[in-house]
């Protein structure tokens, strides 16, 4: 054996034996962190040192020092955020992409992975019911996938009324208007900021936060003709409603503007049969962003991004580079993310699609709302609890009688460790915030989760 492929061996050996010891547990340790930062830093030590050590020594050191310092957030049992867990087969096809470390930015740099990415970009064109052809792009999150789609909206508006912002950039350029539903997601304010679009217009929202197409049309109306995009949401992170898309985009339409749909995680209700009527008229949009890291349960970081007009994409995410060597009639992989270099992300997207196949998926997304419906029906039973949201999707949320009891029984719960489920503002009322994103939640994770909700609640008094 060579001195190399003794190193790596060693290596890879002590991180699949912490792998595994790690994955074994994660349905039985405390949910939150059980060391601090500051734990966490004394037990790996902060004086660089000064000479090499075994790499497997290094691995071994990482994740002993770093185990109590994890989240369990891979636990059926993790509510928080909107936080995916990790498909076996995405885990073990993204250690292969650490391993074959291609640049997935050009054809010419792996033929493999291109291959990859373009069956993964049609089986989710067809999964989502989005228009085929359309440019797939592979990033980082949603943040990015919005960024990205709101960057081919921004210069295809701004080409329209005769501006190249490629060129020009935004000084002096016809003033964008970008509205959204007041209930968007924060992260679209922030892709907007990057773009140099400043702060949207919200438009009103009803009782679900989704936007309302009335006032959209109201607010296109007043605006005057200029360009305009309009960004509207699949899944709100506290409800998970999804917008009446077929009515906002025929008033966008009317309006001439460009229509991106931030459906992080609740694009994926297009895969199932049972839920794809929440995201009725949804394709009829220009552009649409995602996650793969929520639903599919892709391991961190990976989004998706999808323009129905490939060259509006490649015009606002391509650059040249003598260089490079590319292939001028098709498009480079590079050309539809805003990174130059980048991991072959495409391929746990793939393996899990692969893997779970139509039906899967379907599945998997039923399951994520059925355990939801579950968790809302078990708690509705226990003393002063209301569900004050629909529960149409994977988003559930409670309040507890007064905004202090709900405050209370979300300290108890995070105490107690079993379950996380973690409070938010919403509607100007605290209340305890339930997102299922994670595929192994089973009938015992729901039962033990109302367990220790029960138990919280009881004991707020
Ligand atoms: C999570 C989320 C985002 C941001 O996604 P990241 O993957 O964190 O970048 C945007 N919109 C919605 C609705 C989300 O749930």
Redesign the pocket.
Known sequence: MTARRKSYDAALEASLAHTRAWLDGIGERPIPAQASVTQVRDALGDVLPDDPSDPSEVVDLLATASEPGLVASGSGRFFGL?VGGVHPAALAADWLVSAWDQNAGLRVLGPAHVAVEDIASEWLLDLLGLPSGSGVGFTS????S?FTGLAAARDAVLARAGWDVGSRGLTGAPAVRVLVGEER?D?VDLALRYLGLGRPTAVPADGEGRIRPDALAEALASGGDGPAIVCL?A?N?HSGAFDPFAEAIQAAREAGAWVHV?G??GLWAAASPAYRGLTTGMADADSWGT?A??TLNVPYDS?IVIVRDQAAMRSAMSFHGEYLIVDDTRIEPYERVPEASRRARAVPVWAVLRSLGRSGVAGLVDRLCGNARALADGARLLDGVEVVNDVVFTQVCLTFGSDERTREVARRLMDEGSVWMSGSRWHGRDILRISVSNWSTDEDDVARSLDALAAAVREAG
């Open positions: 909107v999150g949603a943040t990015m919005n997601h992260t949401q899944g992170v931030d992080a995680f996650d890291h929520k989004g």
